[in-house]
């Protein structure tokens, strides 16, 4: 709810240009861990401390070097970069960065109970910070100031973080002080001996990185190509909002596209979740060569159920939802805004599949072949973007998403089949067509019982939540029934 409240308090230009230049430091983010804090963490747990603490903090080092300096050289391509922004959105970065290596040696020593509190301090003091500022300033009416206001407060809960992770590891942040017991380690499905195997974890490593890499970019350039490609765009050019004359075209497409976006966010944090809790099943299954179809068929039926609620949600309620969320006054907008929160849990049916049949290939060691398929994918972006956004706006970069992320699934899928991991029996098509119609139907039916309008949702709540609520409780309790009927059936018994 508060990264709403900043929305609506920025508004659409000031937003979009937060977006921005955040954006920038995102992208490159992955180099900031690289896959060393699963190391630090994994070998301090089971050696008792980092025995190639130097070999890591140069590593770490390098790595930072080179995130800054891919920051800087996208920011002098990027158009309308204010550099005191981009100063921010670094140090931002480079904070958190540091916060989540001193929780990685909280977790390697197993303080769980101090690694909790580092993870919430930061929210917590930046939303305090937010809240004091929105009542006591007219962020809208500072312009840029308010955005560097956000990203100040962000940093300063970041700061406190660290600061509290310092005193907690005692301000051993590379774990170096703890006694040692000679173990071999566990990188990402990789183990080896580290004194012996090190150079090998760095070429798995790379390709962690190549993947992180290039699927941080098919996800998030879009936002850097609304701002390239919407500067020039003429008010005679057919497109989905109206940009005022006076305001930079580029942040405010991508202030509209964010408000989407943040629903797509928000929607991952379910299969994100998922997905960790299948690596280390996937991985022990494939280790001890045992089938692994059973539990495959099991994650992809519980993303696809849920997907597919949210698809309803989008197809039926998207406007209405998107009006009362962002108290949005034009009806033109509000549905504009509504298509666009559509098509991006069009974009969450697709990545949430990714965090089911990826996390499989992960698990199984086909990083090479998922870091080739991202670099594919990018391209695709890339070309589909160029072509749309000029026409389209924001809905042209919702196109370039939706088809880079649907041929990432369908790879994904492939892969997975090809290499016998999971086997595709068309007698489970049957299953999809009762997923798809069952809440399609159920949604059509409530809405029309209950003579839904959007008219009447604008001066009653009551009369859009109420609906709304019983077509999903009532879709999800048949959709289980007809995904899980047979395993409860089993549960039932056995008890």
């Known amino acids: ?82 550099w005191g922004l981009i100063g921010l ?27 909790s509190v580092v993870s919430v301090v930061d929210r917590f003091v930046a939303i305090v910070l937010l809240v004091v500022f929105f009542q006591l300033f007219d962020v809208r009416g500072m312009g840029s100031h308010g ?31 703890s006694a040692t017991v000679p173990m071999e380690v566990e990188i ?61 075209p580029g942040f405010l497409a991508n202030g509209f596209y964010a ?3 943040r629903f797509l966010d928000a929607a991952l944090i379910f299969s994100s979740m998922l997905s960790v809790q299948l690596l ?33 949600v989008g197809y039926f309620y998207g406007t209405s939802l998107m009006k009362l969320f962002y108290h949005i006054d034009s009806t033109a907008e509000a549905h504009n805004m509504g298509q666009l929160f559509f098509g991006f849990m069009l974009v969450f049916m697709a990545m949430s599949t990714v965090h089911v049949f990826g996390t499989l290939l992960t698990a199984a060691g086909d990083v090479r072949w ?41 790879g994904c899928m492939y892969r997975a089949h090809s290499k016998g991991l999971f086997t595709w029996q068309w007698s489970r098509a049957e299953y ?9 139907i159920v949604f059509t039916l409530i809405k029309t019982l209950v003579g839904f309008s959007a008219a009447a949702a604008d001066s009653n709540q009551s009369a859009f939540w109420a609906p709304l609520a019983i077509s999903v409780a009532l879709s999800a309790i048949l959709q289980v029934y007809l995904s899980f009927g047979a395993e409860i059936k089993q549960w039932v018994v056995k008890k």
């Open 370 to 410: 998922l870091s080739f398929l991202a670099i594919l994918c990018l391209v695709v972006n890339i070309g589909i973007d160029s072509m749309r956004i000029p026409m389209l706006g924001p809905f042209g970069a919702l196109e370039g998403g939706l088809a880079t992320q649907g041929l990432f699934a369908l």
């Open 188 to 248: 990402s499905g990789y183990s080896a001996p580290e004194a012996t195997r090190i150079s090998q974890w760095l070429t798995t490593m790379g390709w962690f990185v190549v993947l992180g890499l290039s699927m941080s970019a098919f996800t998030r350039l879009d936002i850097q190509m609304l701002q390239w490609f919407t500067l020039d765009i003429s008010k005679e050019m057919v497109l989905p909002l109206d940009f005022p004359e006076q305001a930079n």
């Open 432 to 440: 999809f067509v009762y997923q798809l119609l069952v809440p399609a």
């Open 259 to 261: 408000k989407g976006y």
């Open 280 to 312: 280390p099943l996937f991985s022990k299954r494939i280790a001890d060569k045992l089938d692994v179809s059973a539990l495959v068929w099991l994650g992809f039926r519980i993303v696809f159920l849920v997907s597919v609620l949210a698809v309803c």
């Open 89 to 115: 959105v670094l140090m931002n970065q480079l904070l958190a960065a540091s916060v989540l290596l001193s929780r990685s040696v909280l977790q390697g020593r197993h303080q769980f109970k101090w690694d």
């Open 1 to 82: 709810m508060i990264e709403r409240e900043i929305q609506l308090q920025l508004g659409d230009e000031l937003y979009g240009r937060y977006a921005v230049h955040v954006g920038i430091g995102v992208l490159f983010a992955v180099l900031l861990d690289a896959g060393i804090n699963a190391y630090i963490s994994r070998e301090i747990a089971m050696q008792g401390r980092l025995q190639s603490w130097k070999r890591i903090l140069y590593l770490r080092l390098g790595l930072t070097g080179l995130y800054v300096l891919l920051v800087l050289l996208f920011s002098v391509f990027q158009s309308a970069i204010q």
């Open 147 to 177: 955005v560097e206001k956000f990203l100040i407060a962000q940093g300063i809960g970041y700061a406190v973080a660290l600061l509290l992770g310092l005193w907690f590891t005692g301000g051993d942040i590379l774990g170096r002080k």
